[in-house]
Structures are given as C-alpha cells and as structure tokens.
C-alpha cells in the first residue's frame, strides 16, 4: 500500500496529543509515516516515540531554529515529504497552524483539501471522507477530484490505534526552501495555566451559554466540568458578555470539538454554535425553554432551570464517584 503522511506537532519534546489518532486514520487508507520539524541535532527520541505509535517511517526536517519559526518550515518539511515519498493522501490535525499548513501545501502540492473530516473509508483511489460542510448545516460524503487529498482530522474521529512499527528515520532537506517565514520574537507566559483537560482534545466538555447570566454565576460550569474531569467551552454570547475568554469559544467561530459527551448549559444551539459541536458522541442539554434548537440535536435534554438541575447533578456525579 502507499504511504499516508501526517504532519506530527510537538513541543518541548513532547508529541501533541492527536498524534496516535492521526496515525491510525492513517492506517486506515495506507502504510503510516510521519513527517516532523525540528531544530538541527533533534528528532531521534520523537522519531522513536512516533515508531511506537504506528510511523513505518519518519521523515524528519532539521532546521536552524525551527521551535521558534511559525508554520513555514512545516509547510516545506511536508511538500519535501510528498516529494520524497508520493504518498495516497495526508492528514493533519485541526488545530489552527495544522489547518493553515494544509491549506498551504494545498497550493503547493496542487493537491485536494478536505477539511473538518469526521470519517475515512477506503484507500489509494477509494478513500472517501465524511465532513461537515457549510457550517455544520450537512454532514457529506467527498472525495478528492483530482491531486493528493490532504485532510485535517477532526479530533476523536477514528477509534484504535495502527499497530507500533519501526519509525525509520529518512532524514528530509529543506534548506533550499526560502519562503518568508514569520519568527517568534518573545514569549509571554499567560499567567495561571488551566489544569482542566485542553478544550479541542477533551473527552468531555461542559458549556456554557449566556443562559448562565454573569460571569461569577458562570462558575457553575466549571463546577460541573471539574466534578466530570472535562474541559470548560461556552458560547460567543456567553464570551461577549465576558463571562469567559475568548479562546473557549466552541462553534463556527471559536473551536470545533468533537467530545464523546458534551453538555450544553444555557446554550439555545444557534447554528453557528452548532457547528462546533454537533459531531459530538453524545450531546446533553439542560435549558429552560422547552422549545430551544439545543434539543433537535440533543441524545438527552432536561427542560429546566441550570440553577436548580446542576447543582443537584454535580452531588450525583460526586455520590457517584464514592
Ligand atoms: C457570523 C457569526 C458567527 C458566530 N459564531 C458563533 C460561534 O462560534 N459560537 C457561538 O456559540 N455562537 C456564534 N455566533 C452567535 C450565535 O448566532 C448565537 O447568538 C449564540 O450562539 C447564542 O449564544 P447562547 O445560546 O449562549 O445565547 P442565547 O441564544 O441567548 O440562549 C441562551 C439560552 O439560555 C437559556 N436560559 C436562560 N436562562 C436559563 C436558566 N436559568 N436555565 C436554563 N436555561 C436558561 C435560554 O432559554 C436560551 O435558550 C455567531 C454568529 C454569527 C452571526
């Protein structure tokens, strides 16, 4: 079978945590391998821990500074990689610089982007995806018409894992590559950093909407999230009245996550929040309004106010734990 590339993110030696699950929807349409930027003298113990998660083979690009250079050198290291290893298809996460990178090599590679896909069937010719398409509006089947298909994978789409293999090196250069490239310059710490699980990666994610009504009462989202070990999302409403941040924005313009269980508090379900959530496993409203579209796609709905339901659900949870 052909080779299928995934881009592999990590920082600070540490593989970004879609990685396994890139490589088995790799293993899937193909013989999995990866590709990885690193600063000159890197790669070996990642390429190692890549073989461990399915890569039959790592095509690895040094690079003078490559943890402090945004999106270029990746954009390079994956067209040498397809240059190199002629693969059916490649698959990157949905995170923002995964999705900006496959757009890039796109262009590059004249290859066929597919983004926000749920499902890969098939191999070679026969791979066909399922996606969300115009805002989470339909849920298609496509294909690529022409040129390599190049995918970014929503996150807890594909169960398993590909079997471990031997993560050969194939060293990659991309040296003779000399598109701009925008540098980090300095780094701020953001102050406290979250201890709840990432929102785009989570098993689970509680949400809140503007249904919670300020931001000190929004704290009973978070009490719900901690008593579950899930992640904290909300709605535009809910960050434009400040509430909550910006980065926990979940919909059309925000983060699309795609949880096993997500719980929607106060949330009515416009279709723009829709389309960052509606892919989850199993969804559960709780709202007031009996008529709310939150309970169109939601697997369990409780009409009712949060105020009064959460706190009686945050004692089962714990009674439940012991
Ligand atoms: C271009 C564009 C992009 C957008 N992108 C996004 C996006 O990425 N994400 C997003 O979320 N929205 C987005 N929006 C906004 C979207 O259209 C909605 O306005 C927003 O999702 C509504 O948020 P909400 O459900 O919290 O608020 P509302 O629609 O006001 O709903 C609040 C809900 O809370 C319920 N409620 C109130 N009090 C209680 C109570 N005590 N107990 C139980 N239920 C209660 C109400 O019944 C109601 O259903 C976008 C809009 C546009 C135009």
Redesign the pocket.
């Given at each position: 079978m052909a080779q299928v590339l995934i881009l592999a993110q990590h920082v600070d030696g540490e593989l970004a945590a879609s990685t396994g699950e890139l490589l088995a929807a790799a293993a899937i349409a193909g013989d999995p391998a990866a590709v990885i930027v690193v600063d000159e003298g890197d790669g070996a113990e990642l390429a190692a821990k890549l073989g461990s998660l399915g890569a039959q083979n790592v095509y690895v690009a040094s690079t003078p500074n490559a943890s402090g250079t945004l999106i270029t050198p990746q954009v390079a290291a994956m067209h040498a990689a397809v240059q190199a290893a002629s693969p059916s298809a490649v698959i990157v996460g949905s995170d923002t610089d995964s999705r900006e990178i496959a757009a890039r090599l796109a262009v590059r590679a004249d290859g066929a982007l597919l983004h926000d896909v749920e499902g890969i069937e098939g191999s070679g010719d026969s791979l066909v995806v399922s996606q969300q398409a115009f805002g989470g509006s339909y849920s298609v089947r496509a294909v690529a018409a022409r040129g390599i298909p190049i995918i970014s994978l929503r996150p807890n789409s594909v169960e398993g894992a590909a079997p471990a293999a031997a993560g050969t090196v194939i060293p990659i250069d991309i040296a003779g590559d000399t598109a701009p490239a925008s540098t980090i310059s300095g780094r701020h710490e953001k102050g406290e950093q979250s201890e709840r699980p990432s929102l785009q990666t989570a098993d689970i994610v509680v949400s809140g909407?503007?249904?919670l009504?300020s931001q000190e009462k929004f704290v009973l989202v978070e009490q719900l999230a901690d008593s579950l070990g899930a992640a904290v999302g909300a709605?535009?409403?809910?960050v434009d009245a400040g509430y909550v941040d910006h980065t926990m924005?979940?919909?059309?313009?925000?983060v699309t996550v795609s949880p096993t269980l997500y719980i929607a508090l106060?949330?009515?379900?416009?279709?723009?929040?829709r389309?960052?959530m509606q892919s989850a496993k199993t969804i559960i409203a709780?709202?007031?309004?009996a008529d709310?579209p939150?309970f169109d796609i939601a697997d369990f709905g409780v009409v009712?106010?949060?105020?009064t339901v959460v706190p009686q659900l945050i004692e089962a949870v714990k009674a439940r734990k012991g």
């Open positions: 909407g503007r249904g009504g709605s535009r409403a809910a924005q979940v919909g059309q313009t925000g106060g949330i009515s379900g416009a279709i723009q929040h389309a960052g709780i709202n007031k309004d709310s939150i009712g106010d949060i105020f």
